[in-house]
């Protein structure tokens, strides 16, 4: 009998070949669970502003898996120890970080599937995983949860300078054409080291962390919190909404048999827990779910549900101001009257779907949760705020609020 050969290659258009190191990382990639990340677009809408932004969650997770196995090498090299094991699991850890994302991620975590995290929904799914694999990504689950004693494993996966962040701004840039995203992951990921268990900076790669900072920030404002983006992304969470307002109201709606079992009810992350099937289910949702009801959407007898469809499908996007003060509570109200009167909505509640307002934050180093920590020569560590001296990094730790009002353009 021939055993299939599962030393893979994948040929990765950022980083070059990407090497599967053994079985159970190629089991895992071959799963169910990992191949919907196939259907599901990384930066969701995004391609409706930069039509090159069509990579998938697969392309990410497979880039962040790339980065933690060289980032371990380095730290190999410089003496500190990681055992195969442990390399596996912080490798695991990353390759599956991101498998609790459903279709346009954050757009559906605010509509259809809400009050949980995909962080909380990736571990539900390892743990599921862990057991149809006879307990093998038990280290993984305990790195991804922060229960594992090495500690700077989980910084690897989530931290201020982890492997995810480093990869989606690399990848992001690239499939989107932004040139202000690129970073050099090389120069970061060989200056890496530890000090009392947490990852550390050595000082010679300090120019090139600010360079990532700046790059988070430039990449949120021209990429992420694009304007038009945040139209595109708020016209789908409120289609969605809309769409469960109808159900909820008795109202029959065509959906998929995955979409339906989220539509028709509103589970909880207990519910997730208790019983399996939810999450078989939600395994089985993507992007071409959302896409096929929407487009069903378009003819819906419900013009509001009709009109927000026609928008997506026919990229009529709204329009969006965008202010650094909170808009007038009489300018927000004129504005859904004008709306009302224009598309002859009589419903106020239904005004609500067709105007949005809000704020979004922009934070590209937050010191407050974990820091980035600088080594230098003399053995001391000094957080990167206070460490640079070419770049005011304590100006980029603040957040920046700016607050938008979205609606149809005249």
């Given at each position: 009998m021939i055993l299939p050969n599962k030393r893979k290659i994948f040929n990765d258009p950022v980083y070059g070949f990407i090497t599967i190191p053994d079985d159970l990382v190629f089991d895992l990639i071959e799963h169910p669970f990992f191949q919907r990340l196939r259907r599901i677009k990384q930066l969701g809408l995004t391609h409706l502003v930069y039509p090159g932004a069509l990579h998938t969650r697969f392309h990410h997770a497979l880039g962040a898996f790339y980065l933690g196995r060289l980032a371990v090498e380095t730290l190999r090299l410089k003496g500190h120890a990681v055992s195969a094991e442990e390399e596996q699991g912080v490798s695991l850890a990353l390759l599956l970080h991101d498998i609790g994302h459903g279709p346009f991620s954050h757009a559906l975590e605010?509509?259809?599937?809400?009050?949980?995290?995909?962080?909380?929904?990736?571990?539900?799914?390892?743990?599921?995983?862990?057991?149809?694999?006879?307990?093998?990504?038990?280290?993984?689950?305990?790195?991804?949860?922060?229960t594992y004693p090495k500690g700077f494993l989980h910084q690897l996966v989530s931290g201020q300078l982890d492997m995810d962040r480093m990869d989606y701004l690399k990848r992001d840039s690239f499939y989107t054409g932004v040139s202000e995203g690129v970073i050099n992951s090389d120069r970061i990921l060989n200056m890496l080291n530890i000090v009392d268990d947490n990852l550390v900076v050595e000082a010679k790669g300090i120019y090139s962390v600010e360079?990532?900072?700046?790059?988070?920030?430039?990449?949120?404002?021209?990429?992420y919190l694009h304007k038009t983006v945040l139209a595109a992304e708020q016209m789908l969470v409120f289609l969605l909404l809309r769409a469960k307002n109808l159900v909820m109201q008795g109202r029959n709606i065509f959906t998929t048999p995955d979409l339906h079992t989220f539509l028709f009810h509103s589970y909880t992350l207990d519910d997730f827990e208790k019983n399996p099937e939810i999450l078989e289910r939600f395994a089985q949702l993507d992007d071409y779910d959302i896409y096929?009801?929407?487009?069903?959407?378009?003819?819906?007898?419900?013009?509001?549900?009709?009109?927000?469809?026609?928008?997506?499908?026919?990229r009529h996007l709204f329009k969006v101001e965008i202010r650094n003060t909170p808009f007038d509570e009489a300018y927000v109200r004129q504005t859904e009257l004008d709306v009302a009167a224009r598309f002859n909505i009589g419903n106020v509640e239904d005004v609500k779907y067709v105007v949005y307002h809000g704020e979004i934050n922009?934070?590209?180093?937050?010191?407050?949760?974990?820091k980035i920590n600088i080594l230098h020569k003399d053995g001391s560590v000094t957080d990167?705020?206070?460490?640079?001296a070419q770049l005011n990094v304590s100006i980029l730790s603040e957040t920046i609020t700016n607050y938008y009002l979205c609606y149809p353009k005249k």
């Open positions: 605010h509509s259809i599937v809400s009050g949980m995290t995909h962080e909380e929904l990736s571990l539900l799914f390892i743990n599921r995983l862990n057991e149809e694999f006879g307990g093998r990504l038990t280290l993984a689950s305990q790195i991804f949860n922060n360079k990532f900072i700046v790059a988070r920030r430039l990449m949120y404002w021209q990429v096929t009801a929407i487009k069903i959407w378009m003819n819906s007898d419900d013009p509001v549900l009709a009109f927000l469809s026609k928008g997506l499908v026919n922009n934070n590209a180093y937050n010191p407050t949760k974990d990167i705020a206070e460490a640079s």
